[in-house]
């Protein structure tokens, strides 16, 4: 059974390689587009080498042909999430001081703070040019405007969520359901990659609306298994997390599971760096209040919904991937948390 489980995720790892290879050959070609200075090249060159995400594209995707639509519709759609997901990902590293992630170096850290500010702002100007190829290629003005007030919405949520988990770094007093929010907030790209792939797809309202729910909950228990990776410092990402960001879900419900666990770890973050003994004294508190185990019934509840929201769907294989991506993502958590 397990190895049936693990054949099927290898196979869905392949399926989303092919299904966003042609995006990411774009996404390195309109980057450089119209650019001229060697040296701003030779950066993006290390973006595109940087940036190499399955994930979205293929989501779109699957969400596209899962209610009938033809491969090429979302092509445009992909590659326009895919930019914008750079360069709002090079302004969050910048926000959070990350000069390491993933055990590489970010953009930040290998370009500084100023020439990254800048190429995160060049992708997203690249994002929104891409619009006028998504107006060429509509069936009906309509179209056109569903799809940039979805990419509207979809940039202002996220912004806003950021914004807000600036209000939380080093905030204990931050209550669990308002940082969940600001979670949730920040994957609204993930439900842009569904409702955008849906609607390019030609999918009914209902088709439409089901699929937004899949890619918002989705993204939502890959961002909570972030919250926790953070937690456990499995990347050696804990010190400079609760320096330079919001504190962590998993240890702000440990800071506020006890009067003790508040005040250990409050004392933890007035050091004026963080230490291997912090670390360590933060993690056994996590333990002791179970706070992996509440942060993993949050995911397995999301995945219960985006399973139950595919139900709208007909048979079909891209279906099936959305499903098998859920339960990836549901077995990623678990494996970190169990």
């Avoid at 953009?107 to 998504?134: C, M, P, Q, S, Y």
């Avoid at 990402?237 to 003790?260: D, F, G, H, Q, T």
Wanted: negative net charge.
């Amino acid at each position: 059974m397990v190895k049936d489980k693990d054949h099927a995720f290898k196979e869905l790892a392949t399926k989303m390689e092919e299904r966003s290879r042609r995006t990411l050959e774009r996404f390195g070609q309109v980057s450089v587009s119209g650019v001229t200075n060697p040296q701003l090249l030779s950066m993006l060159a290390d973006v595109k080498a940087y940036w190499k995400d399955n994930f979205r594209p293929a989501l779109v995707s699957f969400s596209c042909e899962a209610v009938g639509g033809q491969p090429e519709a979302a092509d445009d759609v992909s590659l326009m999430i895919t930019l914008m997901g750079a360069g709002l990902g090079i302004h969050d590293d910048i926000i959070d001081k990350s000069e390491n992630k993933h055990f590489r170096m970010t953009i930040l850290g290998l370009h500084g703070k100023d020439n990254a500010l800048l190429l995160g702002e060049l992708l997203t100007v690249k994002a929104l040019t891409t619009v006028r190829e998504i107006a060429v290629k509509a069936r009906h003005p309509t179209d056109i405007e569903n799809i940039i007030e979805g990419f509207e919405s979809f940039f202002i949520e996220v912004w806003e969520g950021e914004f807000m988990e600036t209000l939380c770094r080093h905030n204990l007093e931050t209550e669990l359901k308002h940082y969940e929010r600001i979670l949730w907030m920040s994957t609204a790209d993930t439900e842009a990659c569904t409702r955008l792939g849906a609607m390019v797809g030609g999918g009914s309202k209902i088709e439409v609306e089901a699929l937004a729910k899949v890619g918002r909950r989705l993204g939502f228990i890959f961002r909570l298994a972030d919250e926790v990776k953070d937690s456990l410092n499995l990347e050696g990402n804990l010190p400079s997390r609760l320096e330079n960001e919001s504190v962590p879900l998993p240890i702000l419900y440990a800071a506020k599971s006890s009067k003790n666990n508040y005040l250990k770890i409050k004392s933890a973050l007035k050091h004026p760096s963080i230490t291997p003994t912090d670390v360590r004294e933060t993690l056994e508190l996590c333990f002791k209040a179970d706070a992996f185990n509440y942060v993993l019934s949050i995911a397995k509840q999301n995945a219960r919904e985006a399973v139950a929201e595919l139900r709208v769907l007909k048979k079909s294989e891209d279906k099936d991937s959305l499903a098998l991506m859920v339960k990836k993502a549901l077995a990623n958590i678990c494996s970190l948390c169990l």
